[in-house]
């Protein structure tokens, strides 16, 4: 298995420009996630999905897209890049069960961005 | 808004000592998780412990968790200079959003 990969590893925008940032795991999980994470600030949620078709927001939303067409993939597009989301993106995954997320996340390498 | 909020920020050890880090937390939880990520690398799962648990062990790892007061610890014992990473604990409360706190940067020198 490969587990979860992201692409590309780093990555350099201009601001306005847009771009998408790709997720894919090999597990079958159900639930997938995408994060940010800022110096100091650790990890914040931006969206996740617990489906197929099934996508809803975290933390800091704005500015990202996402849509879960197949239970592998799970792209996160940025729509009009800004210098505030200059970051390092990480994408998860995991087993969800019911309403209650209680199994581990696997995370994927991370996507370095920069917006200039 | 973060939920977990680990202590200390930073913490640097000698091999083969015993490190502790804390986290604390505002609202009720699911269960709490932690987390390793070395430099520029992603998360790896430690432990899970469930708001039932009071007391969980892996291998060199110890993980409490005190729902009264809404704060865990992880304990590493005997470190070693692999250990070197920061640690973040993770809650989640009953929906799918996890919420990871700032971490702490754990050093072991040898």
């Known amino acids: 298995n490969a587990g979860v990969t992201q692409t590309p590893k780093f990555q350099v925008l201009k601001t306005g420009q847009s771009m998408t940032l790709q997720c894919a795991q090999d597990?079958?999980?159900?639930?997938m996630s995408w994060y940010r994470q800022d110096p100091g600030m650790g990890l914040r949620l931006i969206h996740y999905s617990v489906g197929a078709g099934i996508t809803d927001q975290g933390e800091v939303p704005n500015g990202y897209n996402v849509s879960r067409s197949t239970t592998e993939d799970f792209p996160l597009r940025l729509l009009s890049a800004a210098p505030s989301q200059t970051s390092v993106y990480f994408c998860?995954?995991?087993?969800?069960?019911?309403?209650?997320?209680?199994?581990?996340?696997?995370f994927g390498p991370g996507t370095r961005l920069t917006v200039t | 808004s973060q939920q977990g909020e680990e202590d200390p920020q930073a913490l640097s050890i000698q091999e083969g000592e015993n490190a502790t880090m804390n986290c604390s937390y505002k609202?009720?939880?699911?269960?709490l998780q932690w987390y390793r990520q070395n430099s520029g690398r992603g998360l790896v799962h430690l432990i899970l412990?469930?708001?039932?648990?009071r007391e969980k062990h892996s291998g060199r790892l110890r993980v409490t968790l005190d729902t009264s007061k809404k704060s865990s610890s992880l304990l590493i014992t005997a470190s070693r200079a692999a250990d070197t990473a920061s640690y973040f604990c993770?809650?989640?409360?009953?929906?799918?959003?996890?919420?990871f706190g700032t971490g702490t940067r754990l050093k072991v020198l040898a």
């Open positions: 412990i469930r708001s039932n648990e």
């Open positions: 609202t009720s939880i699911n269960n």
């Open positions: 998860a995954s995991s087993y969800s069960s019911g309403t209650a997320h209680s199994y581990e996340q696997y």
């Open positions: 993770a809650t989640a409360s009953g929906t799918y959003k996890y919420i």
């Open positions: 597990m079958n999980h159900e639930y």
